[in-house]
């Protein structure tokens, strides 16, 4: 495999065979970030081929072969299309084709930022708008897209309810004293959860907290203030949702056929009628996955209607009814050239119905760190044999071990391509890995009897090769802004 210099954009890992496409549709259903210097990068993203219904000579990039994504990116072989006049066809195909290599990005969002203006989180650009005097976390939406309230509530370990206020500008825990399941409910609903699970008071290791000042339906940073103590030390712990439950827990290291209810938050999405991605459940209406998984340059993967969402399901030959899609919110951070930040979140038409074979994955809390060695779980669709051009018909899946980051940017294995918001599972001695068809699904690792999302699939070089093991986005990173996103497409 050809060597590539640290800074030079991976080139592709397969070829790119052109497809014609159905005529264009609006992408207002799509929520995009634009910005200065963000343009298509020169490589795909991956996907397994399916056979579209006309095909037209193959367009190959010159560079080397070297990296692949899991899913796909700015590559028309990721969709089907038409039948029609051969020629025409063709012509269009190759006209989109470079519009996709070398377009600019599409967005809808007209709202600019710098990309290098973060809040605390490099998940988190600027992208709203906001007056001069805005005040973050009081209660009052001052930005246009109210993000000024949208990062003040996140939760520690044991799920610890902790607030940012204006008044002192520190996650704080918020003192069980008076807290009540009204609270819960409006906490919750306040984040995009539909109803609160679980809460109770636990012992604080703090000696300060935030005090319950009123009810009224307003955002729980507006209803607090510091208090140097919180009574008897008993702090608010909050659980949303009800998650990271297995149904059946009996698994074959090294990579299998996965049983029904074993990774319940597995989901399938299909652009039309193929699969093209995984993805993980992670509340009744909402769900993550990866975001190079809808190519920019490509109007008809920004269009909600053409995509699917299949939960509880271990066979592509088995689907239930399809869920359907509202919303496709794009990080508007992701840099396409080098896989950084490579996450979206979808809000679905309608919420699931959780049952045995269907569960949300817990999302990690702050602080929560998987070490080096933890032997963590991937699971998907994705072809079971690198450069296949088929998925895999049934879910399959392998435990990981992580890996860590200094390690995975050692000169033998991504030379520094792995940026802090992702991380690195596999086998360094290959064997055991995601691939193509697998992008957008779920890294989870065991803390008690819950399991937790810890990372994206995202991208790697090859599949299952020695020093090449699986990138993840890393979800801790970007828990910012999945509850940012949360909080404004609340149902």
């Known amino acids: ?102 377009g600019t990005r599409l967005a809808t969002a007209a709202i600019l930022y710098d990309k290098d203006d973060y809040y605390e989180d490099a998940s988190l650009p600027k992208y709203d708008t906001c007056p001069n005097n805005t005040v973050n976390c009081d209660g009052k939406k001052d930005c246009k897209l109210g993000s000024d309230e949208t990062k003040c509530v996140r939760f520690g370990e044991e799920n610890v309810l902790q607030v940012k206020t204006s008044e002192d500008g520190r996650f704080l825990p918020v003192c069980f004293s008076g807290w009540d399941s009204s609270y819960a409910q409006q906490t919750c609903g306040q984040l995009g959860f539909r109803k609160h699970f679980v809460t109770k008071a636990i012992k604080s290791q703090e000696s300060i907290g935030l005090e319950l000042t009123q009810r009224a339906p307003l955002p729980i940073q507006s209803l607090v203030k510091v208090s140097s103590s919180c009574p008897n030390q008993d702090i608010v712990s909050l659980q949303c949702v009800d998650c990271g439950k297995q149904q059946s827990t009996s698994r074959i290291i090294g990579g299998s056929l996965a049983k029904t209810g074993q990774w319940p938050w597995q989901l399938s999405l299909h652009f039309r009628q193929s699969h093209v991605c995984g993805a993980v459940l992670i509340s009744p209406d909402f769900l993550l996955t990866a975001a190079h998984c809808f190519p920019r340059g490509n109007s008809l993967t920004l269009v909600a209607e053409n995509w699917k969402v299949y939960a509880g399901a271990v066979s592509l030959k088995s689907l239930p009814k399809p869920y359907l899609v509202k919303r496709i919110l794009l990080n508007e951070n992701y840099n396409n050239k080098t896989n950084d930040l ?150």
């Open 1 to 102: 495999m050809a060597k590539r210099e640290p800074n030079e954009p991976p080139p592709p890992y397969y070829p790119i065979t052109v497809h014609t496409l159905p005529p264009l549709k609006p992408y207002d259903e799509v929520v995009y970030g634009v910005g200065p210097g963000l343009t298509p990068p020169t490589q795909p993203h991956y996907i397994p081929q399916y056979t579209p219904t006309v095909i037209v000579p193959q367009v190959t990039h010159s560079a080397p072969s070297h990296k692949r994504k899991r899913c796909c990116e700015n590559n028309a072989q990721c969709y089907g299309g038409s039948g029609g006049v051969f020629l025409v066809l063709a012509l269009l195909a190759l006209a989109i084709w470079l519009g996709v290599r070398y």
């Open 342 to 491: 490579d996450v979206a979140l979808i809000k679905l038409k309608s919420p699931v119905h959780f049952d045995d074979k269907v569960q949300p994955v817990c999302l990690p809390t702050v602080g929560q760190k998987i070490s080096q060695g933890t032997k963590c779980w991937t699971s998907g669709f994705g072809t079971t044999v690198a450069g296949s051009g088929e998925v895999s018909n049934d879910l399959m899946e392998v435990t990981v071990d992580i890996i860590d980051r200094q390690v995975c940017n050692g000169p033998r294995v991504y030379g520094g391509s792995v940026s802090r918001n992702m991380l690195c599972a596999g086998d360094l001695n290959g064997g055991k890995d995601s691939c193509q068809g697998d992008s957008g699904g779920p890294l989870v690792c065991q803390s008690g009897d819950r399991w937790y999302l810890t990372g994206i699939t995202s991208w790697g070089s090859g599949c299952g090769e020695k020093n090449k093991p699986g990138v993840y986005t890393n979800v801790r990173s970007v828990l910012p802004w999945i509850y940012s996103k949360m909080q404004q497409e609340a149902p």
